[in-house]
T-cell receptor, first 118, second 116 residues
Framework: DAMVIQNPRYQVTQFGKPVTLSCSQT?????MYWYQQKSSQAPKLLFH???????NEADTPDNFQSRRPNTSFCFLDIRSPGLGDAAMYLC?????????????????FGPGTRLTVT | GESVGLHLPTLSVQEGDNSIINCAYS??????FIWYKQESGKGPQFIID?????DKRQGQRVTVLLNKTVKHLSLQIAATQPGDSAVYFC???????????????FGTGTRLTIIP
């Protein structure tokens, strides 16, 4: 059973045309993350939500935004995609480590959305 | 800044042999590491983790070794199978002051290919 679901799996957008990627989870985890993974590179954290609290990484471009309307869903908005934004975008979730104490909080990753910018 | 890196980008191993994937880290205060497996077209999958108060941890066919003196960890996969072909990442997990700001910093990745 899918626990972290990402739609669509493949997305093609035009240069400068806003695009939204979606992530949903059935784990009821309170933390959700978005990573960018370029070809043959490691995933790089863009930002994450701890419940409704948004935590942006210092080097994440302003072009990337996120929304989390409820526990289950989280969206990644790219306002004006450039060619350099073509990548795999991974969503991940984890539960509050304070419930189980560190080092709990294993992150569960979705299958990713591969974004192509033309 | 802190970094987690891998020694080798690719590794080819004969099916049935053991494989060892290495990872170096730079932050001596790091205390929690995870190995992930990423198959083509999929997200990373948790394999095994280790805390800094341990130097070895075993799972099913996998063993992680941690050498804090030289800031090095390794993933050993015993009796490799075709399904082990994937990219393997080591990652360091850190937490903010409220434990909510959990962050994974991934290493470069090693592509493991199993030769039939």
């Amino acid at each position: 059973d899918a626990m972290v679901i990402q739609n669509p799996r493949y997305q093609v957008t035009q240069f400068g045309k806003p695009v939204t990627l979606s992530c949903s989870q059935t784990l009821n985890h309170n933390v959700m993350y978005w990573y960018q993974q370029k070809s043959s590179q490691a995933p790089k954290l863009l930002f994450h939500y701890y419940d409704k609290d948004f935590n942006n990484e210092a080097d994440t471009p302003d072009n990337f935004q996120s929304r989390r309307p409820n526990t289950s869903f989280c969206f990644l908005d790219i306002r004006s995609p450039g060619l350099g934004d073509a990548a795999m975008y991974l969503c991940a979730t984890s539960r509050d480590v304070r419930l189980a104490g560190p080092p709990a909080g294993e992150q569960y990753f979705g299958p990713g959305t591969r974004l192509t910018v033309t | 800044g802190e970094s987690v890196g891998l020694h080798l980008p690719t590794l080819s191993v004969q099916e049935g042999d053991n494989s060892i994937i290495n990872c170096a880290y730079s932050n001596s205060a790091s205390d929690y590491f995870i190995w992930y497996k990423q198959e083509s077209g999929k997200g990373p999958q948790f394999i095994i983790d280790i805390r800094s108060n341990m130097d070895k941890r075993q799972g099913q066919r996998v063993t992680v070794l941690l050498n804090k003196t030289v800031k090095h960890l390794s993933l050993q996969i015993a009796a490799t199978q075709p399904g082990d072909s994937a990219v393997y990442f080591c990652a360091e997990k850190t937490w903010g002051s409220n434990f909510g700001n959990e962050k994974l910093t991934f290493g470069t990745g090693t592509r493991l290919t199993i030769i039939p």
